[in-house]
């Protein structure tokens, strides 16, 4: 199926810094999703983006919705221990047959030193 | 937010032997589940979409007869893994947007870990 493109694929940051990851994608979406998934569980979403050009923020995370629809990026400031784990972006459709579907990307993984 | 439970949390079986995996959304009710895999160091693939009261769909190269799904009620769908074999081996996670929300808003399960002897 179809995938979007996340980047990067890994980081690996002091503890402090700022992080930025990305998603772009060939095709339109109505929504785009950031979700963080730590080993062994499901992920949890930490930001929905409903509108192009929307930015929002949640915490030390901020995410923006492209204005063409294909592409989003996250955010994260300060970044501190717990902000380790895998984050991944999702589009979703909201008509239509794909009505629901999340589409994922590849996933950035965060390893924060100390 | 929304609570979705997914039971058991892993499973190992003999080759050969269906799997059940359940889902169930808590505190809300969900007239679609969505089901998902996830094999090591991957992404999630979305496998099929269960509707409550009618046939699931499935993504395409997913199975239908080997991926059975289930959505019985608006709180529970399950998946089962018949005649499973070693390539079955995967995290499972099924994801569940309330009724009363828009589908935007998906709600994931802790996920389910089969292996598969």
């Known amino acids: 199926g179809q995938q979007l493109n996340q980047s990067p694929q890994s980081m690996f940051i002091q503890e402090g810094e700022d992080v930025s990851m990305n998603c772009t994608s060939s095709?339109?979406?109505?929504?785009w999703l950031w979700y963080k998934q730590d080993p062994g569980e499901g992920p949890v979403l930490l930001i929905a983006?409903?509108?192009?050009?929307e930015l929002t923020s949640n915490g030390r995370l901020t995410a923006q919705f492209g204005i063409t629809r294909k592409d989003s990026f996250l955010n994260i400031s300060a970044s501190i221990p717990s902000d380790v784990g895998i984050y991944f972006c999702?589009?979703?459709?909201?008509?239509?047959?794909?009505?629901?579907?999340?589409?994922f990307g590849q996933g950035t993984i965060l390893t924060v030193h100390p | 937010g929304a609570v979705v439970s997914q039971h058991p949390s892993r499973v190992i079986c003999k080759s050969g032997t269906s799997v059940k995996i359940e889902c169930r959304s808590l505190?809300?009710?969900?007239?679609?589940m969505f089901w998902y895999r996830q094999f090591p160091k991957q992404s999630l693939m979305l496998m099929a979409t269960?509707?409550?009261?009618?046939?699931?769909?499935?993504e395409q190269g997913v199975e239908k007869d080997k991926f059975l799904i289930n959505h019985a009620s608006l709180t529970l769908s399950t998946l089962t893994v018949t005649s499973a074999h070693p390539e079955d081996s995967s995290f499972y996670i099924c994801?569940?947007?309330?009724?009363?929300?828009?589908?935007?808003?998906?709600?994931f399960g802790p996920g389910t870990r089969l292996t598969v002897l």
């Open positions: 269960s509707n409550e009261g009618s046939k699931a769909t499935y």
């Open positions: 095709s339109i979406f109505n929504t």
């Open positions: 505190d809300f009710q969900a007239t679609t």
């Open positions: 994801s569940a947007p309330p009724a009363s929300a828009a589908y935007n808003e998906q709600f």
């Open positions: 983006l409903y509108k192009a050009g």
């Open positions: 999702a589009g979703q459709l909201t008509g239509g047959t794909s009505y629901g579907k999340l589409t």
